[in-house]
Structures are given as structure tokens and as C-alpha cells.
């Protein structure tokens, strides 16, 4: 059983500002089904004071707790102090988070970034994928990984683990967490030059859903075949094929140069497709 | 006011029967003998463990001399397959599934360091094996086969029989973790021909820090635990007396109530389990319908996640648990689920229901009715559910 403080289970159990709001002007989503927690933050911005936040969370139990957190310390505040909230400002409102649970409040902090940009006009969900992708299971980018390790001054890869979930999962990025440690450990606290950020999983994921929808599915089904969306980590999209397909002798190449191609032209040129069964 | 427990996590850890604790009590007090001691006083304490050995015996249908007593389901499984192995050193291959307890995974993944081949056998959507796959896995130097006979998270009750016969035609050993199938369902070793068996003591209603492991007359044995001469020198160490006449007892009392798990108790899982599924939308049961312990219900509930449900329930002093990802402080859900293929959307909403013969029918009443409302809570605070989150795929499954 988790340790969670008080603040914590009152704001799980009687989340606060819990919804959405129908003429929001800044919304941000970031997260995704596959990681097991999402979040997506509704905020109505006038004169450029935050006048009311909602959210709506998928995740445990802290996640919903950090989710309503922001939405609290949010409420108020000018556009300029609202971007100076850290993840650390989410996890001391709540009287500290299990130090396993902190990427819950990296989450808050992401949203509010993605709200904050979607309330100035950037296209969030057209951001072309750069920065690097350091984590493929948890789709975290160096440049969020050196953000993690300098605000909360991370000393481990556990610890960015922790944080930001990079390295939770097959593990093969530990190495390149490592040299980031030790690049921003051993550097002073300079400010990295802004980069674009990546498209976010839960952008991602939609964008891969609608693709199947709009784009593969149509077409299969002319010949008789279909296709299901299995699983989305990262950049690799599972799918089963279906219906005609499933005997076909050239499946394969349906799914290499037809549903990979497709998915890599239409959201992302790293998208790999595996056939599993399903 | 203190709240009623609905205790529905029995395959984590059971209630001591009340007739279990009785007979082993005196063990604490006047009968703190060794049984190892000269003086008639240490040697009545002997007798019992004897008679706890020929319990377990029966109810395994085995001889009491191929039962060793030991400390957990844990040791069995580390005992039988360091013992199989080092019996036959010329042999470094090994296979197991990917469904196995940790108990059992783990020693294979540091025996694949040190050198040896594993094979870990895949499982289908439900979690059932490929017994094609069993047979073209074994070769000339597999030592040891490691099955489990039920999964401990979905309650999936492997063909142990089928699996016996086609080691057995190739020559190697076989051992199967029965921690969670001893007690729920029956079991005759005299006519099951596995070599190593393993057992729990507290999954079957007697304390935790006892188990047992069978191995059958004739086979090559090393010990895991050596200074003394306990248990003919297969298990050194003072026995746990109180613990092992407890096992004995608790095994009598599971054969007398096999019956009764695999009709009242099955029939109470089977009333939750539809229950919970025609009253909550966007459910799935996870594992195989048709072979699986009469106590055993995993059920998804898309959308939410599993720790969440679990502190809602809590609170109502409902107990089980869950496979997602942020119960166990890892990142990714249980490696049971993701062996099976069980979709994101439902991997982290999974909630493992386990009774025992306590479980009343008030019980899967108070379940039945409070368990709507908490999903339809967190499903509310969910972004995914309410139109303006993301439109899932369909399940086919």
C-alpha cells in the first residue's frame, strides 16, 4: 500500500474541478491509455488571468490528486505565474508524493506547458517530431529528461525514472539516461536553447487511431480484409489483421508497405508496425 | 464503527482456518519440544510432524516420504529447479512460460546468465499454451520443464496431464508450481507424473512461513538448504513444527471441502463475475473461460486504472488487487497480461477477484452493489470517457 499523504487521498477521493469547460481557450493533453495515466487540462483564460481550470485524469490515484492539485493552484493566477509552476509546486501541495509516483506531477506540469502554448495559437498536435526520443516505451524526449534532472535535481537514473517514467520499461535507453545525468550534472545550470517539442503520446495515439479509421481501414475492407489496433507503446503500433487478410500471402507487405508507410507518412517517420494475434 | 472486510484476494494470502489454528496452538506452548531431541518429551512433537507429513501425503495422493516440508511456495520452486539441474549438469536447457510466478521466472532469467538456454513459452489471448509448442521446444539436453498448474493472477488451469506426458516421452524432468491449484482443485500425483510439485501453506488457510515441495520417489535430489539431518537430509533446519501440523490439517480440511469450492464457491465467482460484467459496460475477463479455478475472476474495466479502483474499494473494506502498472510501482502492467496481448485499454483497469470457502453470498451482494458506482466514478474524472477523449477501436476480442 502506498504511503499517500492526507492532502493526497482528500484529493483523490473529493477531486477538485473535476470536468471540462465548454468555452475553455487553453487546452493541454499529454499522456496516454498505454502508459496508464492521461491527463487533459482545460483552462479559460481572460485578460490574461486564469479564471477557471478543470481537468480530467485517467491514472491512479496520486495522478487524479496532482491533476486537481494544478487545477487548484492554477485558478488566479496570471498567465506569467502560472508558467513558473513546477511539478515540484504540485507534489508540495499535496504534502509530497511517493518518490515512485512523481512522474504524476511531471504530467500536471506538461499539460499546463501544452495548455499554455495551445492558448497562444501553436498547433500542439503538428508539432513535427525532433528533440530526440530518448525513451521508446514511454515516448520521453532528452529534452524533457535534462528539464527533470535540473529542476528536481535528479542524481540517479531511478530517480528519472521516477520523474519523467524514461527507462521503466525495456530499459535499453538506461545507458542514454546515464549520459544525460552526467551531461547536466557536469554542466552549469545554462539554459537549453528551446527546442519543438515532439508529438506528445497521447497525440500520437489519436493520430494513429484516425489514420486506421479514416485512411487503412476503408481500404482494406474493399477487399475484404480489416485491421485492429492492439497496442500502441511508444512508437510501435501493434495491429492484428483481420477478415480476408488473415490468410492472405501478402499480408506481410499490406503491413510493411501499406499500414506502416501510411501511419509513418500521415503521424510519424519512426512508427514501426508489428503483426501480433490477437 | 468498525467496517466489515470482504476478503476477495485469496489467491494473495488466505484466513487461517479456526480448526487450523486449534490444533496447532499447543505447539506454542506445552508441545515446544525439538524433534530432533532424545528425550521422549522433544520425540511426541516427532510424531506429530509424521502424521502432518502422511495429511499432505493423502491429500496429494503420494507417498509421505517424497513430501518435504519447507518455508514457502517461494523455496519449493527455487529448491526443485537448482535440484534438478545440478542432478544433471551435462543438461543446460530449460523451459518455462511466460506466465509463471516470479518464484520461478526469476530463477530462469539469472540461470540464463549464467549460460544455460531458456525457453519461455508464449500463451494466446486467454493465456492458454500451445502444446505444439511445448513439443518442439524440448530437445536432447533439456533438463527441466517448469509449469505452473494455475495462474496465480488470471486463474488459468494448465493441462498438466497432457504437459506430463509429452515431457516424459523426452526424458526430462518436470516440475509444476501448484501454490495456487492445491486446495481449489483436486490433485492425484499417483496418477500425474511430475517429478517436483510445489506447495503454500497460506494459500490453503494455514499461517504463512510453510510450504512443501513433492518430489517423486526416484529422483535425483540436492538439497538447498544443508547443515542437519531434517527431513531424511533434504531440508536442513529446525522445523517449523506448529507451521507444518498446521499444513497437515489445513490439507485434510481443503480435500473435505473440494466439493464444496467447486460448487458453492464457484457458484458465488460465477454470480460476481456476470454480475459485475452485465452491469458495467466496457468489461472483458481476462484468462480462459472454460479451464481456470472455480475461485478466480480477473475482469477489466476499460478506461480507469487499477489502483485507483482498488483505494475506492478500500474504503468500503472490500479487498483484491489489480495487474496495472501503478499498483506495483512499476511502470509497465502485469507481465501475465502483457504475455496474453490484453490491450492497453484494458491491461490497466484489470481487478483480480479471489475467494475462498468464507465468502458469503452477502458478500458478492455488497460487491455487486458498489462496484458500479466506483467505476462509473473514475469514469467520470477519466478523459477517455466522455466523447471528447479519444474514440477507441472497437475490441474484437
Known sequence: MWEYTDKVKEYFLEPKNVGSIDDANAVGEVGSLACGDALKLFL???????????????????????????????????????????????????????????????????????????????????????????????????????????????????????????????GDCVPRIQELLDEVRGQAHTEAPAEKKPLTNIQRMQLVMQVIDEEIRPSLRKDKGDIELVDITGTVVQVALRGACTNCPASQLTLTDFVQKTLRELVDPDIVVKEVSA | MSQRTVYLDNNATTQVAPEVLEEMLPFFSELYGNPSSMHAFGGQVGHSIDEA??????????????????????????????????????????????????????????????????????????????????????????ALVSVMYANNEVGNVYPLPEIA?????????????????????????????????????????????????????????????????????????????????????????????????????????????????????????????????????????????????????????????????????SLEPSHVLRAMGVPFTFAHGSIRFSLSRYNTDADVDLVLAEMPAIIKRLREISPFRNGDGPELPPCTC
Do not use: W
Request: proline share 3%.
Open chain 1, 44 to 170: 479559460k483564460i481572460e485578460d490574461g488571468v486564469i479564471t477557471d481550470a478543470k481537468f480530467q485524469t485517467f491514472g491512479c490515484a496520486s495522478a487524479i490528486a496532482s491533476s486537481s492539485a494544478l487545477t487548484e493552484l492554477l485558478k488566479g493566477k496570471t498567465i506569467d505565474e502560472a508558467q513558473k509552476i513546477t511539478n515540484k509546486d504540485i507534489a508540495d501541495f499535496l504534502g509530497g508524493l511517493p518518490k515512485e509516483k512523481m512522474h504524476c506531477s511531471v504530467m500536471g506540469q506538461e499539460a499546463l506547458e501544452a495548455a499554455i502554448k495551445n492558448y497562444y495559437g501553436e498547433k500542439v498536435e503538428k508539432v513535427e517530431l525532433e528533440g530526440e526520443l530518448v525513451c521508446h516505451c514511454f515516448g520521453v524526449t532528452d529534452e524533457l529528461i535534462r528539464r527533470a534532472i535540473r529542476e528536481n535535481d535528479l542524481k540517479t537514473v531511478e530517480d528519472v525514472t521516477n520523474f519523467t517514467k524514461a527507462g521503466g520499461g525495456c
Open chain 2, 53 to 142: 507429513r502422511a495429511r499432505v501425503a493423502a491429500g496429494l495422493g503420494c507417498e509421505p516420504g517424497e513430501i518435504l516440508f519447507n518455508a514457502c511456495g517461494t523455496e519449493g520452486d527455487n529448491t526443485a529447479i537448482h535440484s534438478a539441474l545440478s542432478a544433471q549438469p551435462d543438461k543446460r536447457h530449460i523451459i518455462t512460460t511466460r506466465v509463471e510466478h516470479p518464484a520461478v521466472l526469476t530463477v530462469a532469467q539469472k540461470l540464463e546468465k549464467r549460460g544455460y538456454d531458456v525457453t519461455y513459452l508464449g500463451v494466446d489471448e486467454h493465456g492458454r499454451l500451445d502444446l505444439d509448442e511445448l513439443r518442439d521446444s524440448l530437445r536432447d539436453d533439456t
Open chain 2, 165 to 329: 506426458q509429452i515431457v516424459k516421452e523426452r526424458g526430462a524432468l518436470l516440475h509444476t508450481d501448484a501454490v495456487q491449484a492445491v486446495g481449489k482443485i483436486s490433485i492425484d500425483l499417483a496418477k500425474l507424473p511430475v517429478d517436483f510439485l510445489a506447495l503454500s501453506g497460506h494459500k490453503l488457510h494455514a499461517p504463512k512461513g510453510v510450504g512443501a515441495l513433492f518430489v517423486r520417489r526416484g529422483t535425483r535430489f540436492r538439497p538447498f538448504l544443508l547443515g542437519g539431518h531434517q527431513e531424511r537430509g533434504r531440508r536442513a533446519g529446525t522445523e517449523n513444527t506448529a507451521g507444518i501440523v498446521a499444513l497437515g490439517k489445513a490439507m485434510e480440511l481443503a480435500t473435505s471441502h473440494i466439493e464444496e469450492e467447486n460448487t458453492r464457491v464457484k457458484a458465488l465467482r460465477d454470480r460476481l463475475e456476470k454480475g459485475l460484467m452485465s452491469a458495467i459496460p466496457d468489461t472483458r475477463l481476462n484468462g480462459d473461460p472454460e479451464h481456470r479455478l472455480p475461485n478466480t475472476a480477473n475482469i477489466s474495466f476499460k478506461y480507469v486504472e487499477g489502483e485507483a479502483i482498488l483505494l475506492l474499494m478500500d474504503r468500503l473494506g472490500i479487498c483484491a488487487s489489480s495487474g496495472s502498472a501503478c499498483t506495483s510501482g
